[in-house]
């Protein structure tokens, strides 16, 4: 059973840093992008990053050059770092894991950790 446990949110002034981190289990980390999302209050859930099998990143253009996402496949886990961090960023950040196999995507999501960025 494919689990993601987000943890590393909290409470942060604006222009502050914090690390999110994301440990999966239950399936073969490696073959799987990994992907950080966030929802916002009264906002639809949207992409901040991702990382393939082969370490390419992607980012949304709000977060490019503040954030930074890695893998560690050896643990298992990846990571959000987020730099000069901005009220807007306040939302939950979900951890997400897919990959295509035979024409169908697995697709698994974690339960979420609350960034809140106030002063």
């Known amino acids: 059973q494919a689990q993601l446990v987000e943890s590393g949110g909290g409470l942060v002034q604006p222009g502050g840093s914090l690390r999110l981190s994301c440990a999966a289990s239950?399936?073969?980390?490696?073959?799987?992008?990994m992907g950080w999302y966030r929802q916002a209050p009264g906002k639809q859930r949207e992409l901040v990053a991702t990382?393939?099998?082969?370490?390419?990143?992607n980012y949304a253009d709000s977060v490019k050059g503040r954030f930074t996402i890695s893998r560690d496949n050896a643990k298992n886990t990846v990571y959000l770092q987020m730099n000069s961090l901005k009220p807007e960023d306040t939302a939950v950040y979900y951890c997400n894991a897919k990959r295509l196999r035979f024409g169908v995507n697995d697709n698994y999501w974690g339960q979420g950790t609350q960034v809140t960025v106030s002063s």
């Open positions: 239950g399936m073969t980390f490696s073959f799987y992008t």
């Open positions: 990382i393939t099998s082969g370490g390419s990143t």
